[in-house]
T-cell receptor
Framework: SQQGEEDPQALSIQEGENATMNCSYKTSINNLQWYRQNSGRGLVHLILIRSNEREKHSGRLRVTLDTSKKSSSLLITASRAADTASYFCATDATLNYGGSQGNLIFGKGTKLSVKP | DAGVIQSPRHEVTEMGQEVTLRCKPISGHNSLFWYRQTMMRGLELLIYFNNNVPIDDSGMPEDRFSAKMPNASFSTLKIQPSEPRDSAVYFC?????????????FGSGTRLTVV
C-alpha cells in the first residue's frame, strides 16, 4: 500500500523558477527520502532527512519535514531544464517496538516539467 | 563503481514462458530490494534481502514469482509462468550497512513485456 502521497501529481514551470513538491505519509517514520527518476531510467537518491531533523539542504535542494503533520516538502530553487523528471518521496516506517521496517515505501511521484 | 547492474534491459516474452531477471548489487552493500513499477500501481516492493537472507516477501504477487540471492553479489527474480499483467519495469536496488542513514542505489531496470 502507498505510504507517501506526493502533491501535485504534475507541475510545469519556467526555467529559473522555484519548484515545490509536497509529500504526506501515514505512519511514524525513521527517515524520509526524496528520489528523482528521469524518463526510462532508474531512481536516483537525492536527500535523506531523519525524523529528528526539520530541514536539510543539498545544493539547490531544500527539504523540510514536519512529523506532527506527517508531511515533507522538496524545494528546487532556480530550476533548470535538466531538472525535468519525476520526483518521489519514500518513507522508512517505524515498527511498533521502535525498530525500522527495513524497507522504503514510495509514493506515486510528482512529474516536474521545466521549460527553457 | 559500476553501480547496480541489471540484465536484461528489455525482455519480451510470450505468456506462459519463464522469465528470469538478474541483479548484481554494489560491492559492500548488504541489503537488496526488488521493486516493480507500473503506471497504475507505482513502485511496489516485491521482496528484500538482508545479508543474502530473504526478510520480507509479502509483496510478491503470487507463487508464480520467486527470488533468490545465492551470494552477496547476485540475485534473481523469476516469474513462471509469466502473464500479460506481469508487464512492468522491474528494479533492483541495494543499500549499504546501516541503511537507515543512507539511500538506496537503483539499477536501470528491466522492462518486461509479456504478450
Amino acid at each position: 500500500s502507498q505510504q507517501g502521497e506526493e502533491d501535485p501529481q504534475a507541475l510545469s514551470i519556467q526555467e529559473g523558477e522555484n519548484a515545490t513538491m509536497n509529500c504526506s505519509y501515514k505512519t511514524s517514520i525513521n527517515n524520509l527520502q526524496w528520489y528523482r527518476q528521469n524518463s526510462g531510467r532508474g531512481l536516483v537518491h537525492l536527500i535523506l532527512i531523519r525524523s529528528n531533523e526539520r530541514e536539510k539542504h543539498s545544493g539547490r535542494l531544500r527539504v523540510t519535514l514536519d512529523t506532527s503533520k506527517k508531511s515533507s516538502s522538496l524545494l528546487i530553487t532556480a530550476s533548470r531544464a535538466a531538472d525535468t523528471a519525476s520526483y518521489f518521496c519514500a518513507t522508512d516506517a517505524t515498527l511498533n517496538y521502535g525498530g525500522s521496517q527495513g524497507n522504503l515505501i514510495f509514493g506515486k511521484g510528482t512529474k516536474l516539467s521545466v521549460k527553457p | 563503481d559500476a553501480g547496480v547492474i541489471q540484465s536484461p534491459r528489455h525482455e519480451v516474452t510470450e505468456m506462459g514462458q519463464e522469465v528470469t531477471l538478474r541483479c548484481k548489487p554494489i560491492s559492500g552493500h548488504n541489503s537488496l530490494f526488488w521493486y516493480r513499477q507500473t503506471m497504475m500501481r507505482g513502485l511496489e516492493l516485491l521482496i528484500y534481502f538482508n545479508n543474502n537472507v530473504p526478510i520480507d516477501d509479502s509483496g510478491m504477487p503470487e507463487d508464480r514469482f520467486s527470488a533468490k540471492m545465492p551470494n552477496a553479489s547476485f540475485s534473481t527474480l523469476k516469474i513462471q509462468p509469466s502473464e500479460p499483467r506481469d508487464s512492468a519495469v522491474y528494479f533492483c536496488a541495494s543499500s549499504r550497512p546501516g541503511r537507515r542513514n543512507y539511500g538506496y542505489t537503483f539499477g536501470s531496470g528491466t522492462r518486461l513485456t509479456v504478450v
